[in-house]
């Protein structure tokens, strides 16, 4: 079994060192951890620690900057803001880049600076600076850029005094930096992103088919609906699904664990799923078969589920579907889920949305832990709105009354 385990399950030590310096463009200096080795070679790859002798007098506290540079991070490092709470400053150079999503900043909502620059960088999602208010900082130089949402910009657009998109395949604007691309408001660069981009949601389920259909699912979709050599069962209501734990255990680490131990599930051959309903558990097992997702309406249901047991291209992919179905009737419950799974990007698109159903009143970003207020808000929203509703109807009932009788009379 431990052969093919994925090789996300491994952590890894980061070598560094530490320094106080500049850090450009910014003219104060700053404590910064220079990342001399690193090895990320696989998405959400987990980070035991960074092996480095801080200077004297300092610790993991004073950390305002972290520098990849040279080295390999194919996919965004995981869980930095664990390691340096008060990180303000990001760089990735030359490090082969692939990708990044916007639940890999939720955590990072403390930065003002992102610099990722000469990497392998194809496109950016639309939601990515969506949990980071105080960005003022950032800059995709040199990458591969062809496909940009301006809607992207949106969340920092009143903040940010530098975006800069040069060199790439079809963007070589910035803006605020001391160049000439003739760029000389935000709006212009945002322009310009949505006159040279591939159209951005075909590229992104181009995109999300060819990266899943090409995965491990391949091996495992003929034994969808199929019981031969099946060695577990899952018990939802009165269903049962016989599957193969082999599946199981590549595609969740918490599976993979059960399996490893002299756990109860694991002596028995079954367990039980008490808190999904059978179309939600159904979806959630076809998709570790076969990585497609035919319900949208279980969006919902298959986070939870990929939180729950750690499939993390489920957790990316059923994120992606709640916020393009985001709206103000589903907002609260949204809100509740991102609450629920410490999941920023949630919380904070929900929130946006809240903020549009009281749009005389200033909601302060607390009490976006506090999704029951909103509950109860719009739940005595709703029945004033009924009474006002019926006082009117009433109110224009006893106005024609009036009106019938002064005419017959």
Not at 335 to 360: D, M, W
Not at 380 to 389: I, R, S, V
Request: glycine content about 2%.
């Amino acid at each position: 079994m431990q052969q093919i385990l994925p090789e996300i399950l491994k952590k890894m030590e980061i070598e560094c060192s530490y320094r106080m310096d500049y850090f450009t463009p910014f003219h104060t200096k700053t404590y910064i951890c220079d990342v001399s080795s690193a090895n990320i070679i696989n998405p959400q790859q987990k980070i035991e620690s960074f092996e480095g002798k801080h200077l004297p007098g300092k610790s993991k506290l004073e950390v305002g900057a972290i520098i990849f540079k040279d080295t390999i991070v194919k996919y965004f490092p995981v869980g930095l803001q664990k390691f340096f709470p008060n990180l303000k400053h990001l760089k990735i150079e030359r490090c082969g880049l692939k990708e990044i999503y916007s639940s890999d900043m939720a955590s990072l909502n403390k930065l003002t600076a992102l610099i990722i620059e000469r990497n392998h960088l194809k496109w950016l999602p639309e939601d990515l600076f969506v949990t980071m208010p105080k960005l003022s900082h950032i800059s995709f130089n040199n990458n591969k850029l062809e496909c940009l949402s301006p809607n992207m910009l949106t969340p920092i657009k009143e903040i940010i005094s530098v975006a800069a998109f040069n060199d790439n395949f079809n963007f070589d604007k910035s803006f605020g930096e001391d160049d000439d691309s003739g760029i000389e408001s935000i709006e212009e660069l945002m322009e310009h992103i949505e006159n040279n981009s591939e159209p951005y949601k075909e590229y992104v389920e181009r995109l999300f088919r060819k990266k899943y259909s090409n995965s491990v699912f391949q091996g495992f979709a003929e034994l969808w609906n199929s019981e031969k050599f099946s060695d577990f069962i899952i018990k939802v209501d009165s269903r049962e699904f016989k599957v193969h734990k082999l599946v199981l255990a590549c595609q969740s680490s918490v599976f993979s664990a059960m399996f490893e131990n002299e756990m109860q599930e694991n002596q028995l051959n079954e367990m039980k799923i008490e808190d999904f309903n059978v179309p939600a558990v159904y979806d959630f097992l076809r998709y570790l078969y076969k990585g497609e997702i035919t319900n949208i309406l279980n969006g919902m249901d298959l986070f939870a589920l990929s939180m729950k047991y750690d499939v993390s291209t489920l957790k990316e992919l059923s994120q992606k579907m709640i916020l393009e179905n985001i709206n103000k009737s589903n907002a609260v419950e949204i809100l509740h889920l991102g609450h629920l799974y410490c999941s920023e990007v949630l919380k904070r698109r929900a929130f946006q949305i809240i903020q549009t159903i009281f749009p005389n009143k200033t909601l302060t970003e607390n009490l976006m832990n506090y999704p029951e207020i909103f509950q109860k808000f719009l739940q005595t929203k709703k029945e004033c709105d009924e009474k006002l509703q019926e006082a009117e109807r009433i109110f224009n009932g006893e106005i024609t009354t009036h009106i019938i009788a002064f005419h017959l009379n």
